[in-house]
């Protein structure tokens, strides 16, 4: 079983609708919960992290967290052209905060 | 804004040969990471230095594959002989110690093409 587990897609959502993205993980240990963006031939860069269960919102942006069933997901509402990209779930492995695991990723296409 | 520098941006070569990967990053930050993206997948954990000291090197593959940093500041990436498996795109990272977000810093990256 994968660390970190996402589906690759790709995922294809229309212009101004919620865009879901799913992740699971496998360290129960697990505190700290990321998802990076990735445009292609870029680097990833952070756009969330969450550390307890619920939801925590930053603009179009929501990140999700159930510890209990080991997922973390993001919604983008209003998607956006612009948000067509790979989005990478990571969680912090045995090493603690500051050791990632990233999952495959998954490729969203925003259809204008 | 303080950026994670690496290079080359692009680097050819044949199998066999060697190749290096430098890394400069972020001032201030003391933990410094070499990931390793194979296209379509996400990237993997290469090493993990905090200072000069390696924290983690266990997917890091020893036989051909050595990373330091000397001075805990820059680091260098060597692999050597290359074969046609590595080519990827290696991913240098830094962060602050003292985060509490554990954000990770990305360079751009370098793109190796083994022929």
């Known amino acids: 079983q994968k660390e970190v587990e996402q589906n690759s897609g790709p995922l294809s959502v229309p212009e101004g609708a919620i865009a879901s993205l799913n992740c699971t993980y496998s360290?129960?240990?697990?505190?700290?919960f990321f998802w990076y963006r990735q445009y292609s031939g870029k680097s990833p860069e952070l756009i969330m992290f969450?550390?307890?269960?619920g939801d925590k919102e930053d603009g179009r942006f929501t990140a999700q967290l159930n510890k209990a069933s080991q997922y973390v997901s993001l919604l983008i509402r209003d998607s956006q052209p612009s948000d067509s990209a790979t989005y990478l779930c990571?969680?912090?492995?045995?090493?603690?905060?500051?050791?990632?695991?990233f999952g495959q990723g998954t490729r969203l296409t925003i259809n204008p | 804004e303080a950026e994670v520098a690496q290079s080359p941006r692009y680097k050819i070569t044949e199998k066999s040969q060697a190749v290096a990967f430098w890394c400069d990053p972020i001032s201030g930050h003391a933990t410094l990471y070499w990931y390793r993206q194979i296209l379509g997948q996400g990237p993997e954990l290469l090493v993990q230095f905090q200072d000069e000291s390696v924290v983690d090197d266990s997917q890091l593959p020893k036989d051909r594959f050595s990373a330091e940093r000397l001075k805990g500041v820059d680091s260098t990436l060597k692999i050597q002989p290359a074969e046609l498996g590595d080519s990827a795109m290696y991913l240098c990272a830094s962060s602050y110690s003292g985060s509490n977000t554990g954000e990770l810093f990305f360079g751009e990256g370098s793109r190796l093409t083994v022929l």
């Open positions: 969450i550390y307890s269960n």
């Open positions: 990571a969680v912090n492995g045995k090493g603690g905060a500051q050791k990632l695991v």
């Open positions: 360290d129960r240990g697990s505190q700290s």
